[in-house]
């Protein structure tokens, strides 16, 4: 049996995921408390405090989203697929200041 040594640091662990929930998207919550989260988180991206923000942060992801399209783009037309508003989000704000 032959003993071997290295000075090579031990492999690293696997980094432990964490997952977060949205709860009130689980079928468990009812509509009642589900959809006035829905309707805040909506209202979170849509609306601009006066004092802090210049800009409603679905306006800023507008900005960043022209610039994106525009660089990608190549004479042919090009499209936003939005993966993540389950509720709908600013996605529609989005679409209608993107017009």
Known sequence: ??????????PRRPVVRRRYIEFHEQSYIPAFIRQPIQDMLTLAWTARVPVLQQQAPAEL???????????????????????????????????????
């Open 61 to 99: 992801a507008v900005d960043v989203l022209e610039r994106v399209v525009d660089g990608l783009s190549t004479g042919g037309n090009t499209s936003v697929v939005d993966f993540c508003s389950g509720a709908g989000g600013p996605i529609q704000t989005i679409e209608r200041i993107m017009k």
């Open 1 to 10: 049996m032959a003993v071997i040594t290295t000075t090579e640091p031990p």
